[in-house]
């Protein structure tokens, strides 16, 4: 459950680790715990394309599993 993941978490180890990481790599790991990756389905979601499919295959709903 949610709460289990909070309580269980190493908190100190974590903000260890990311103090050894550049931004960018805070913004790429948001992203993807989110789920609010740059795929079609994100960006039909935002009103940046009219649509939600794949560029390369033409998936008619492209998710952060698809594209990895």
């Given amino acids: 459950t949610e709460e289990t993941i909070t309580t269980d978490l190493n908190w100190t180890a ?3 680790a990311m103090d050894n990481t ?3 790599y805070h ?3 948001l992203k993807q715990a989110t ?3 740059g795929t079609g389905r994100m960006q039909l979601r935002c009103h940046f394309w009219n649509h939600s499919q ?3 295959c033409d998936q ?3 998710t952060t599993l698809h594209v990895l």
């Fill in 35 to 37: 789920g609010f990756f």
């Fill in 14 to 16: 974590l903000q260890r």
């Fill in 27 to 29: 913004w790429w790991l």
């Fill in 60 to 62: 008619e709903d492209e």
């Fill in 54 to 56: 794949c560029p390369w």
């Fill in 22 to 24: 550049s931004p960018a």
